[in-house]
């Protein structure tokens, strides 16, 4: 019911910055928590934050707080991520997420839909 596509993701120097897009379409989706996960290579696909459909509520993973802020606009059916002091340990397929859901998730289990991905490469 409904599709993400991702995009932003560049090859950025360590302590650079970087702002990541999920645009949604194909459904209503202001009733929607939206959520960024990501994966490197050889590793399983984790959390990094979540927000709540109205943006009043936002999540992350110890390991990005404070330098990471997810938003959305829902005029534009669109969830961001700014990511901010990048690191190499950053690089990352990333994914965006959404469930129809008050409560915003924070593991893939609670998530009904995803996009793509999109690459970071952060150098060292």
């Known amino acids: 019911q409904v599709q993400l596509v991702e995009s932003g993701g560049e090859l950025v120097q360590a302590g650079g910055s970087l702002r990541l897009s999920c645009a949604a379409s194909g459904r209503a989706t202001s009733g929607y928590a939206m959520g960024w996960f990501r994966q490197a290579p050889g590793k399983e696909r984790e959390f990094v934050a979540a927000?709540?459909?109205?943006?009043?509520?936002?999540y992350y993973t110890d390991s990005v707080k404070g330098r990471f802020t997810i938003s959305r606009d829902n005029a534009k059916n669109t969830v961001y991520l700014q990511m901010n002091s990048l690191k190499p340990e950053d690089t990352a397929v990333y994914y965006c997420a959404a469930e129809y859901s008050l409560f915003p998730p924070r593991t893939e289990g609670g998530y009904r839909y995803w996009g793509q991905g999109t690459q970071v490469t952060v150098s060292s």
């Open positions: 927000i709540s459909k109205s943006g009043g509520i936002t």
